[in-house]
């Protein structure tokens, strides 16, 4: 039986996402974000508008989504708490939030160059897609955006990639991080024979992917 509650967040759980962005002086930020979903070769992400990556986004339209699996847990939580503005914002101070300006060396983390953005890749990441802003929306007050990106190129660690393909990430290999209730966990096994997944992959082929190939 359902009982009404009224939780304070509806984090549910969703696939972490480290975000680089190129900050005025040239350097790279990294900042971690769960507020994501991907149709297509396109994704969501809501951000708070005034953390460094909203602002970097919106002067430079580009970023990478870089994709640690569970295994890189500890190197995400070291960037938990952590801002690319200073001065940290009077919100964020009071949370603990304290500003770090390499947000790649605090993870430990290492920047790799990017074929068609300036903001690098993680290359521990085992995948890293780089993209550019298509839009963004004000989400309630404005306090929080959703940035649209549309993808222009896929990474993948060959472990996480089927064998003996070149199209397809292996969804028993690849083991994405997830954020619940603001905890980090990983995934289990497949739970059920899944009858969507009878439907070819290259179905969903867009005309994004298509763009994609152009560039
Ligand atoms: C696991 C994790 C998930 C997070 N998810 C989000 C998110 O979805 N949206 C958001 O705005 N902030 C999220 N945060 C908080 C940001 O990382 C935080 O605002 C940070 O200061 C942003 O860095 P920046 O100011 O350098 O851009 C998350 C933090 C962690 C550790």
Known sequence: MHTRIQPNILYFGTPVVLLSTLNEDGTPNLAPMSSAFWLGWRAMLG?????????????????????????????????????????????????????????????????????????????????????????????????????????QRVWAHEAVRTPGTDDHIDPDAWRPLIMSFQKLYGLGPQVHPSTLATIPERFYRGPDLEHARTL
């Open 47 to 151: 951000l708070g508008a005034r953390s460094k990556t909203a602002q970097n986004l919106i002067r430079t339209r580009e970023c990478v989504l870089n994709l640690p699996s569970d295994a890189l847990a500890p190197a995400v939580d070291r960037l938990a708490l952590t801002t690319g503005s200073n001065p940290v914002p009077e919100r964020k101070h009071e949370r603990g939030y304290r500003y770090v300006q390499d947000k790649f060396g605090r993870a430990g983390l290492t920047p790799t160059p990017s074929e068609t953005v300036k903001p690098p890749r993680a290359a521990e990441c085992p995948v890293a897609m780089e993209a550019v802003v298509e839009a963004v929306h004000p989400i309630g007050d404005g306090g929080t955006q959703a940035f649209e990106v549309r993808v």
